[in-house]
């Protein structure tokens, strides 16, 4: 990796890009995973709260954070927010932030990125189907 120009070659720069890179995933993958069983579109309508149908602002689409800020609670009715949307943005971070350490910014990268999101996307997808 020695083509690769500073700050691009440390390790901390590759897992803290990993993980905001895979937390942004994580949000994408819990959209996902509501949808896709429900076979609802997964471009149209933008996101919004299931219990008051509120569309979710930009402020409340920030992974990870906006849970945290929120203490899990729909910002428009207070409805509550699952957990695991919470758990699922973080492991898929802490995942994405191992793959960016180990291959470093090539290509492979993207192949990972598509197998850690179809992975956790279908796991969730079971996991919740087991719930009912
Ligand atoms: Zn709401």
């Given at each position: ?102 291959i470093?910014?090539?290509?492979e990268l993207a ?22």
């Amino acid at each position: 990796m020695g083509d690769v120009p500073p700050p691009f070659d440390a390790l901390w720069f590759q897992l803290l890009i990993g993980f905001v890179v895979g937390i942004t995933l994580g949000s994408f993958i819990t959209m996902l995973s509501y949808r896709l069983p429900r076979k609802l579109s997964i471009v149209l309508p933008p996101s919004s709260c299931p219990q008051c149908r509120a569309p979710l602002k930009v402020r409340d689409l920030v992974p990870v954070f906006s849970w945290l800020i929120t203490g899990g609670k729909c910002s428009q009715c207070g409805a509550k927010i699952g957990r695991r949307y919470l758990l699922i943005e973080l492991i898929t971070g802490i995942m994405s932030a191992i793959a960016f350490g180990v291959i470093g910014f090539r290509w492979e990268l993207a192949v990972v990125l598509i197998f850690i999101v179809t992975l956790v996307t279908f796991l969730t997808i079971c996991f919740e189907k087991k719930q009912k």
